[in-house]
């Protein structure tokens, strides 16, 4: 259950749970299980598939980032990686499991995915449309850094299909954003949405953290402020962690320091906890422990709802995860090695971890737990599982705690539970996975 004696300061390690059982216990001699796979018949009714590349360069790296990034890459360089990803992706394209299949949602993530040139990224969709047509899918999500947008890129982009435009402003604060190390500032972020917003994207997401370094109260407020007049289909809000691979670590480590410089928890569950009211007020809707829309009929997230609904997801790419027939997968989180393995017609996969159908049911549970609302014949019917007795004692602890109230039909989130659901899923894990670390 959730120690109420934990530290409320925010110290160094991994809070954003976005898959189970944790990366820690995925192991390199468990590869040899995604090949049984690929090498496997697709079944009869396949699971919906998602296709995703990761491009892991940036401008600048900020100092609370923790993904596997370069900077001041050279244009061969990138076009380099760009063959070796085409290449990786037709390897898997040409498997019994995956040839022939179609993605429901394709997803472009990073790093900076538009830190590409118009070219590159034209080069890039093209050949990877050749493998994998796009002309079913429900989604294609493209992440972006403000300050890599023009309007001829943002013009570019739409062409290529993408439907989901995810600007990861984090705050519109030109000294908050410098100091927690990002590369554009306000007056980028705005002229880009205004570019995006005329182009006609159909969804436009921003993302914002809550508790970055030097945040306030005031500002945090007229950050929110400023989102909603710039009146996103959807807002994504994170509250601050502070994980190992980051500058922030590196530099607590030197000085000797135990505690982060931003917001402690209280702090920064309640400013999330007044941006939704915020957001409510202004006409959103809060559809998850991060995420309002102005119109939840319309604004779907069709990679996240059906990665958390157990679907195939391919990951391509340096450092990318993927879920391939029931294993997890992550390739090389290093681009030599990722190079040298795919140039080697090997897939370049670093470690895995096959699933067991009690894992596959805790995974799926803890993840659409973070959308505030369970439905629990989708387990029944899935599972053959009654989730209710499968974790009578827990639930009925965090009821008594107020985190959650449930009934015969449905497990719902309160707004306290909603706000640390990310604590109080480690309370769901298997006991050879409690207190493990996570990545």
Same mark, same amino acid.
């Given at each position: 259950m959730i120690d109420s004696n934990t530290s409320e300061e925010t110290v160094v390690g991994n809070y954003f749970i976005s898959n189970y059982p944790q990366y820690s216990f995925w192991k390199p001699e468990f590869v040899k299980n995604v090949h049984d796979v690929l090498n496997s018949s697709a079944p009869s009714n396949p699971l919906p598939l998602g296709l995703y590349f990761h491009i892991p360069f940036c401008r600048k790296r900020c100092h609370f980032c923790y993904f596997?990034?370069?900077?001041?890459k050279k244009a061969s360089e990138i076009n380099a990686y760009i063959d070796s990803g085409i290449k990786e992706i037709e390897k898997y394209g040409d498997t019994p499991y995956l040839k022939g299949r179609k993605p429901k949602f394709v997803y472009f993530g990073g790093g900076t995915p538009s830190y590409l040139s118009v070219s590159q990224l034209t080069d890039l969709t093209d050949r990877m449309k050749a493998v994998f047509p796009w002309d079913e899918a429900e989604e294609v999500a493209f992440e972006c850094e403000p300050g890599t947008l023009t309007e001829k890129k943002l013009d570019a982009i739409r062409k290529l299909g993408v439907t989901r435009l995810s600007l990861g402003v984090e705050n *519109?604060?030109?000294?908050i954003l410098e100091i927690n190390g990002r590369a554009h500032r306000s007056m980028e972020i705005k002229r880009a949405y205004k570019y995006?917003?005329?182009?006609? /994207?159909p969804q436009i997401n921003i993302d914002l953290i809550a508790g970055m370094i030097d945040e306030t109260e005031e500002n945090w407020k007229d950050c929110v402020r400023q989102s909603i007049d710039l009146s996103p289909e959807c807002v994504t809000i994170y509250q601050m962690e502070i994980p190992y691979n980051t500058t922030i670590y590196k530099e607590m480590k030197e000085s000797g320091k135990l505690t982060a410089p931003v917001a402690d928890w209280p702090t920064k569950r309640r400013w999330v906890s007044e941006a939704f009211d915020m957001f409510v007020e202004a006409g =959103?809707?809060?559809?998850?422990? =991060?995420?309002?829309?102005?119109? +939840?009929?319309k604004v779907k997230f069709v990679y996240r709802d059906a *990665?958390?609904?157990g679907a195939d997801m391919l990951g391509t790419g340096v450092?990318? /995860?993927?879920?391939?027939?029931?294993v997890h997968v992550q390739n090389e989180h290093?681009?030599?090695? =990722? *190079?040298?393995r795919v140039t080697d017609n090997?897939? +370049?996969i670093y470690r895995a971890y096959p699933t067991n159908e009690d894992e596959t049911l805790i995974r799926e549970f803890i993840l659409q737990l973070k959308l505030g609302k369970v439905n629990l014949s989708y387990f029944k019917k899935k599972f053959n599982a009654d989730i209710l007795k499968r974790f009578q004692s827990t639930l009925n602890d965090l009821q008594q705690q107020k985190f959650l109230t449930f009934d015969d039909n449905f497990i719902e989130m309160s707004r306290d539970g909603l706000l640390q659901v990310d604590w109080i899923l480690h309370d769901f894990f298997l006991n050879e996975h409690q207190n493990a670390r996570y990545a």
């Amino acid at each position: 259950m959730i120690d109420s004696n934990t530290s409320e300061e925010t110290v160094v390690g991994n809070y954003f749970i976005s898959n189970y059982p944790q990366y820690s216990f995925w192991k390199p001699e468990f590869v040899k299980n995604v090949h049984d796979v690929l090498n496997s018949s697709a079944p009869s009714n396949p699971l919906p598939l998602g296709l995703y590349f990761h491009i892991p360069f940036c401008r600048k790296r900020c100092h609370f980032c923790y993904f596997r990034v370069y900077t001041n890459k050279k244009a061969s360089e990138i076009n380099a990686y760009i063959d070796s990803g085409i290449k990786e992706i037709e390897k898997y394209g040409d498997t019994p499991y995956l040839k022939g299949r179609k993605p429901k949602f394709v997803y472009f993530g990073g790093g900076t995915p538009s830190y590409l040139s118009v070219s590159q990224l034209t080069d890039l969709t093209d050949r990877m449309k050749a493998v994998f047509p796009w002309d079913e899918a429900e989604e294609v999500a493209f992440e972006c850094e403000p300050g890599t947008l023009t309007e001829k890129k943002l013009d570019a982009i739409r062409k290529l299909g993408v439907t989901r435009l995810s600007l990861g402003v984090e705050n *519109l604060n030109d000294h908050i954003l410098e100091i927690n190390g990002r590369a554009h500032r306000s007056m980028e972020i705005k002229r880009a949405y205004k570019y995006a917003r005329n182009i006609g /994207f159909p969804q436009i997401n921003i993302d914002l953290i809550a508790g970055m370094i030097d945040e306030t109260e005031e500002n945090w407020k007229d950050c929110v402020r400023q989102s909603i007049d710039l009146s996103p289909e959807c807002v994504t809000i994170y509250q601050m962690e502070i994980p190992y691979n980051t500058t922030i670590y590196k530099e607590m480590k030197e000085s000797g320091k135990l505690t982060a410089p931003v917001a402690d928890w209280p702090t920064k569950r309640r400013w999330v906890s007044e941006a939704f009211d915020m957001f409510v007020e202004a006409g =959103y809707t809060v559809t998850s422990a =991060y995420t309002v829309v102005k119109d +939840p009929q319309k604004v779907k997230f069709v990679y996240r709802d059906a *990665l958390w609904g157990g679907a195939d997801m391919l990951g391509t790419g340096v450092a990318s /995860f993927g879920h391939i027939g029931g294993v997890h997968v992550q390739n090389e989180h290093d681009i030599g090695t =990722y *190079l040298t393995r795919v140039t080697d017609n090997e897939y +370049p996969i670093y470690r895995a971890y096959p699933t067991n159908e009690d894992e596959t049911l805790i995974r799926e549970f803890i993840l659409q737990l973070k959308l505030g609302k369970v439905n629990l014949s989708y387990f029944k019917k899935k599972f053959n599982a009654d989730i209710l007795k499968r974790f009578q004692s827990t639930l009925n602890d965090l009821q008594q705690q107020k985190f959650l109230t449930f009934d015969d039909n449905f497990i719902e989130m309160s707004r306290d539970g909603l706000l640390q659901v990310d604590w109080i899923l480690h309370d769901f894990f298997l006991n050879e996975h409690q207190n493990a670390r996570y990545a």
